[in-house]
């Protein structure tokens, strides 16, 4: 016994030892299945880096926004490597909160990334954040649905066919709505898919002075055309269906058209949770003519906090987890369906990748179609595809998404909608002095 307890004193003190001589970098996260994935997939890293040892720090999606807000604001220090979003990213580094990602390791090729991804995370051309997962929206629809309408969806629908087919398919009888479309408030929810939807209509948030443009015709347009989608074909009580709503009535056969996120393509079509799995087909957002489609862009990304004192272990770990041999990590242990999708463009090249993910030509199509440096008809003053990348986005969005989910339920008109859209976004502008 005393031996025993020697020895475990012994291999205790030399752990000790090279705990005192390693590094420890803290990363910050949210609580999604492919940063808890990588969580499981570590020992590859340390392996690598027997010097660096991580520390997890793991939040759902709002409680992250708001910590790694106030420490990069305050720098606080606490995080050596941060999970923010394609919407922070041109704004902190702006801020000069976040440091380049210039030491990414000769073997990384940034260049694979895909360039829409890529643009998002860059500001003068130097990459602020590195994606670990990238999604755009598209259409998912039921093909034996389309089918018995007598349509054929075409690879790049318009609105009106998009229109003409919910009319076509919808069979409120047996609980089939033609279209589900997100309804339930939030920048990041309804608002994400009709700042979208805009683009494609020629509306913008703000024109190249940062006034608000709820007040012009191509705003009422998309409203209008929205809503009354949505009362002739979409499901009961969708002011309150978000993703997870919407994901959950598609898989039960009650939607014959859903446009969302292109990383919802892996649920629908996967028969242990989807009753349709066999029957999805999938298109690119649809567009009105004008030169843009009504489809978003977004990337989970990991970034360096100008605050840290481990700038360099912090890039290594970046290096790793964001790299095309940790793609390969993933299918070696998990298949190539549940590699992280969106980032890499050597991905969407690969056989195996592709038998795995029959939807995979379409997502890269809807990805490469966002163009967050130009991502409306006419010119603007701001970055971002859904967002706006300005700090008062985040109220203003969720605001502006409250009143529109308003006249989607038909509290309010899309008239008094659009016009009380437009007092808030010109209080919240010229409080924010961009305008007078």
């Known amino acids: 016994m005393k031996l025993r307890t020697l020895s475990l004193g012994l291999l205790s003190a030399s752990t000790l030892a090279f705990a005192a001589h ?22 590859d890293f340390t392996a690598k880096n027997p010097d660096i040892q991580l520390q997890w720090v793991t939040l759902e999606e709002n409680v992250l926004r708001e910590r790694v807000t106030t420490d990069i604001a305050t720098k606080g220090g606490q995080y050596d490597v941060m999970t923010i979003g394609t919407y922070e990213v041109p704004i902190w580094a702006k801020q000069s909160w976040l440091l380049p990602l210039d030491k990414l390791g000769d073997d990384y090729d940034v260049k694979d990334i895909i360039p829409a991804i890529a643009n998002g995370l860059s500001v003068d051309g130097k990459l602020y954040a590195a994606p670990f997962y990238g999604e755009s929206s598209f259409v998912m629809y039921r093909k034996d649905l ?22 076509k398919m919808t069979d409120r009888a047996n609980g089939v709505n033609g279209v589900c479309l997100r309804g339930k408030a939030g920048w990041g929810e309804n608002m994400a898919f009709l700042t979208a ?7 913008r948030w703000f024109d190249e002075n940062w006034k608000p443009q ?15 989608l949505m009362k002739a074909n979409g499901p009961e009580g969708a002011s309150s269906n978000g993703f997870n709503e919407n994901l959950a009535l598609f898989q039960q056969g009650k939607c014959g058209m859903w446009i969302d996120a292109t990383v919802a393509a892996s649920f629908v079509s996967d028969p242990k949770n989807s009753t349709v799995a066999d029957k999805v087909g999938y298109a690119l957002a649809p567009d009105n003519g004008l030169g843009k489609r009504g489809n978003w862009l977004w990337a989970w990304s990991l970034a360096i906090p100008a605050g840290t004192q481990k700038a360099d272990a912090a890039q290594k770990f970046v290096s790793w987890a964001t790299s095309k041999d940790y793609l390969e990590l993933v ?14 463009s050597s991905l969407y090249a690969n056989p195996e990748y592709q038998k795995a993910a029959p939807f995979a030509k379409m997502t890269l199509d809807s990805i490469n179609a966002a163009d967050p ?12 595809v859904q967002f706006v990348a300005i700090p008062e986005f985040q109220g203003l969005g969720t605001t502006v998404g409250q009143l529109f989910s308003a006249a989607l339920a038909g509290q309010t008109s899309v008239d008094d909608a659009l016009k009380q859209a437009q007092d808030a976004a010109t209080a919240t502008m010229t409080e924010g002095g961009y305008i007078q």
Do not use: C
């Open 22 to 43: 390693a590094e420890s970098i803290t990363i910050a996260t949210v609580n999604n299945g492919d940063m808890v994935r990588m969580q499981t997939l570590t020992d």
């Open 146 to 167: 389309m089918e018995k309408a007598g349509l054929t969806m075409p690879d790049a629908p318009t609105w009106d066919f998009i229109k003409q087919a919910a009319e």
């Open 197 to 203: 939807m805009s683009n494609s209509f020629g509306a």
């Open 214 to 228: 709820f007040d012009q015709p191509e705003w009422k347009n998309t409203l209008q055309f929205y809503v009354d």
């Open 331 to 344: 299918a070696s242990k998990e298949g190539w369906a549940n590699v992280p999708p969106g980032t890499r």
């Open 373 to 384: 440096t130009h991502p409306t008809v006419k010119p603007v003053p701001y970055v971002g």
